[in-house]
């Protein structure tokens, strides 16, 4: 088992040397998406112009619709950087993601209908109200105006057919009307750039925003000068707009910078979009446990584990969940218990004590590549814009970054490896709630901005 670590370990470690060449290959993929449309890495204009005062307020509806979970939020912003938020949760079933598209959308609707019914019944909004709504649909989407979003791809494993290359918010203002919502459709966004406003919001030393859940992404603050692919609009160069990277698309179709083993090319191949969301297949929440599921599936094969038992519960595809990896790596106790129970109640196998520390050898050297790759990510952004020496903040989000274990601390060491001491000066924390919060914030600043006439048809 010592040689075959050893052999894992070569493959899922990256040199700081390495990591260097990634953030350069990087930094040229969000210069490109920014210079031109259709390129690998989208780098979508969001029409968020600029940051939040901390001075938003008012009443605001929320839609988010994430990876694994619908929430409905009603979000108060109270000015001083303050709200409140009460929200309903629903967590989406695999069928809800491969059913037609506007079938998922009225879901979306019908939940709004009854959260808002009760929310009238309990005297929070006002019978007659039409609140505005921030709609965050965390996908790539093509936009043109900020209540406006054409879905370019699924991601994270959706397949819903009849919604890809059509407006998600005209589609969605459709299963409002269906169940006569009361509510008002006013800004379409992404948890990244919910999460960059929302912490922004907050702490205004933020630059940057991450998720890293199960999906990964980043939004940071552009010039519009820095956007050629913008000019034809004649906005003025100086003014700043919020950039959704979507940088889970790093590196797709031609593979040319990451270091994919072969394992992470089996998910790619049998996921159902081949090619795509390179960079995020290494690293989101999706992808980890599959990645040692994958690794433990060939030993199985190799007869080196398990002999003698049956295995076919591990054998399932996506059976092993990247809760676990964190749950293996955190375990406090000398024989490894909750590894034990992992393996025996949720794949009816027995382990050795050494086989239940290679595991954890496993699971940390997964989890590390995905916590080192974000660095990369960060720092090419860091790079772009010159935050290095300054310094900067980095709110970030999702599953993997709050639950796992040694996540951040990995990333910040990754930084350390990429620019040196300097890296320090680079600090990720929890973020404020993006994709409720943020949406909210960002719906407040477009009425706010409609209002004044500010490029009110964009
Ligand atoms: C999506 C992004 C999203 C990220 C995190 C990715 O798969 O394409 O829009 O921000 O996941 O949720």
């Not at 993929?29 to 901390?54: D, N």
């Not at 790093?250 to 159902?272: A, C, G, M, N, Q």
């Not at 979009?273 to 990645?291: H, N, V």
């Not at 293996?328 to 794949?347: H, K, N, R, W």
């Amino acid at each position: 088992m010592a040689d075959h670590l050893r052999k894992f370990e070569s493959l899922f470690t990256l040199t700081p040397q390495r990591m260097r060449m990634i953030v350069e290959a990087f930094k040229e993929s969000l210069e490109l998406g920014l210079a031109k449309p259709g390129q690998v890495v989208p780098m979508i204009p969001t029409f968020v112009l600029g940051w939040p005062t901390g001075q938003e307020s008012g009443n605001y509806l929320a839609v988010d619709l994430g990876g694994t979970n619908l929430r409905v939020c009603l979000v108060s912003l109270e000015g001083g950087g303050k709200f409140e938020i009460t929200q309903s949760k629903y967590r989406l079933t695999e069928e809800q993601k491969a059913e037609d598209g506007q079938a998922l959308l009225d879901f979306c609707g019908e939940c709004l209908k009854t959260f808002i019914d009760s929310s009238i019944e309990s005297g929070t909004i006002g019978k007659d109200e039409i609140l505005p709504l921030g709609f965050t649909f965390s996908y790539p989407c093509l936009q043109n105006k900020i209540d406006h979003g054409e879905l370019i791809r699924w991601t994270k494993g959706f397949s819903a057919p009849n919604i890809e290359g059509r407006d998600v918010v005209d589609m969605f203002r459709q299963s409002l009307a269906k169940y006569s919502v009361p509510a008002e459709v006013v800004a379409l966004t992404c948890d990244t750039t919910g999460t960059l406003i929302a912490s922004h919001y907050v702490n205004s030393n933020t630059k940057i925003a991450c998720i890293f859940g199960t999906g990964c992404n980043a939004a940071y603050m552009e010039k519009i000068g820095n956007i050629p692919k913008l000019a034809h609009l004649g906005l003025d160069p100086k003014g700043e707009m919020a950039i959704n990277c979507e940088w889970g698309a790093f590196d797709s179709f031609e593979h040319e910078h990451l270091p994919r083993t072969k394992y992470d090319i089996v998910i790619d191949e049998t996921s159902p979009k081949p090619g795509e969301q390179a960079f995020e297949k290494l690293i989101s929440g999706r992808y980890l446990g599959e990645i040692l599921r994958l690794i433990i599936c060939e030993l199985i094969d190799e007869g080196l584990l398990f002999l003698g038992q049956n295995t076919y519960k591990i054998e399932i595809p996506y059976s092993f969940d990247t809760a676990f990896l964190s749950l293996m790596e955190s375990d406090p106790t000398d024989e490894l218990l909750m590894i034990i129970g992992i393996f025996s109640y949720f794949f009816a196998v027995e382990t050795t004590l050494a086989e239940r520390q290679f595991f954890r050898a496993l699971a940390k050297l997964v989890g590390r590549r995905a916590a080192r790759l974000s660095s990369c990510g960060i720092a090419a952004i860091v790079s772009k814009m010159g935050y290095l020496e300054k310094g900067c903040s980095v709110g970030a989000d999702g599953s993997l970054y709050n639950k796992y274990p040694g996540f951040a601390d990995r990333v910040h060491e990754g930084l350390r490896d990429i620019f040196g001491e300097k890296g320090r000066n680079i600090v990720t924390y929890h973020a404020e709630d993006g994709s409720g919060i943020g949406s909210a914030i960002v719906a407040a600043m477009t009425k706010q901005r409609k209002a004044a006439g500010i490029y009110a048809d964009i």
